[in-house]
């Protein structure tokens, strides 16, 4: 199909004796941002740099817009942006220097239009005289950000993009990874289970290199568990606050919430003042995609 620009098919990867990855599956389509989760050793990166081509998967095949990654690996590379854990940076080099060796890597067909743009995007219009090893972490992750951007690739995998990024920066980043999945593919990898429900389209978890679950991930709010004093039937009342959009009862005095923004815990607590209960607790809560994890991963520790 036209508008499928990933497919994986049974890719495997072990070290040794042991099974890292073991027959997993994916397809992405244009416009679909994939969340990937899975506990530490659960072969999160493993995957992905089978993905990207770094590693080559022991049984199986990739296929970037129909091009076998094995067979075709320069052409297919070509349409693939990569942003590992680590960005590998040039720290001696300076951002716009550093951005062009990089499009010229992955043959840009257009580089200064494409630098600038990659530039704008990431909020490096200002450094690009700069040497990278004297910017600041947060920078260094744009930087590593606009290398995997520049050649404006079909796919894009992000591996933990936005560790080191302050709260402004984290929601400049999350705005450019939603924008880029309307046209692209995504699939970011995250211990973040918020930053998963805020982005992604789908979900898919890992868990001992075994892909055991994948699947459409619906939009859902922030999860708030509040308890209460002297209103023991408050559901219907609290349904009424606005930004709740719904309320389950879990025990006497006790509500989970799923509220439409964590400003809404402020119209909560002045409802619940307002009538005269007592507030004993307002919290947050797991929600769907907390649980599903959770269950899916259950038993690891043992």
């Known amino acids: 199909m036209p508008d499928v620009l990933l497919e994986a098919r049974e890719i495997s990867r072990r070290y040794g004796a042991r099974q890292a990855v073991h027959g997993v599956n994916l397809t992405l389509r244009r416009g679909d941002c994939l969340g990937l989760l899975g506990l530490n050793g659960a072969g999160k ?47 001696d080099a300076r951002v716009d220097d550093y951005l062009a060796f990089c499009a010229a890597l992955h043959r840009a067909p257009d580089p ?45 995998v992000l591996d933990e993009p936005t560790v080191g990024l302050d709260p402004l920066q984290i929601r400049e980043i999350r705005t450019l990874m939603r924008e880029l999945a309307g046209q692209h593919a995504v699939i970011l990898s995250t211990h973040l289970l918020a930053e998963v429900q805020q982005i992604c389209t789908r979900v898919a978890v890992l868990h001992q290199g075994v892909l055991v679950h994948e699947g459409a991930l619906t939009p859902a709010g922030l999860n708030l568990q509040i308890t209460l004093i002297g209103a023991p039937n408050a559901a219907a009342s609290l349904r009424e606050i606005d930004g709740v959009t719904t309320v389950e009862a879990i025990a006497t005095g006790v509500y989970r919430l799923c509220v439409e923004h964590p400003a809404v815990a402020e119209s909560i607590t002045a409802w619940v003042v307002a009538r005269g209960w007592g507030l004993r607790e307002l919290r947050s809560a797991e929600g769907p995609l907390e649980q599903t994890f959770l269950a899916l991963t259950a038993g690891a520790a043992a």
């Open 112 to 156: 200064t239009r494409q630098i600038a743009r990659a530039k704008q995007r990431c909020g490096l219009n200002d450094v690009g005289k700069r040497v990278i090893g004297n910017l600041s972490k947060g920078y260094q992750q744009r930087i590593g950000f606009a290398q995997a951007i520049v050649h404006e690739p079909a796919v894009l």
């Open 45 to 91: 990166s493993t995957t992905l740099k089978m993905l990207v081509g770094v590693l080559a998967p022991h049984a199986g095949k990739i296929l970037i817009q129909g091009l076998d990654l094995a067979q075709q690996p320069l052409t297919a590379k070509m349409n693939l942006g990569y942003l590992p854990e680590t960005p590998p940076l040039f720290l």
